[in-house]
């Protein structure tokens, strides 16, 4: 059964730190892209990162540049997201998907139609 399953979110204050995990089961992580997304309260859901199945090349959204970081750990079929610095504004929901490498290409621009995502996990940072 192919599944995706996030975790690590949780409430913070602003200037804290959190470690999202996006475990895969049913196939390997490490042939395809994997994206972090997330999505406010009356918000569109935005591209926050992204990490390519080619050469592991990724791509952050303007936003948290410099205070996320996404890696991958093909040995444990996970994806992280490291958030540093986190602001009350990160508050949201967020996904971890799957697609091929254009994810990444189009992140903050183009959302595939096709993706394959996960349940998500909320993450809310207090002032």
């Known amino acids: 059964q192919v599944e995706l399953v996030e975790s690590g979110g949780g409430l913070v204050q602003a200037g804290g730190s959190l470690r999202l995990s996006c475990a895969a089961s049913g196939f390997n992580l490490d042939s395809y892209a994997i994206g972090w997304f997330r999505q406010a309260p009356g918000k569109e859901r935005e591209g926050v990162s992204c990490?390519?199945?080619?050469?592991?090349?990724?791509y952050y959204a303007d936003s948290v540049k410099g205070r996320f970081t996404i890696s991958r750990d093909n040995a444990k079929n996970t994806v992280y997201l490291q958030m540093n610095s986190l602001k009350p504004e990160d508050t949201a929901v967020y996904y971890c998907?799957?697609?091929?490498?254009?994810?990444?290409?189009?992140?903050?621009?183009?959302?595939?139609?096709?993706?394959?995502w996960g349940q998500g996990t909320q993450v809310t940072v207090s002032a």
């Open positions: 998907a799957v697609n091929w490498d254009r994810m990444c290409y189009g992140l903050g621009y183009v959302e595939p139609s096709d993706s394959y």
């Open positions: 990490i390519t199945s080619t050469n592991g090349r990724t």
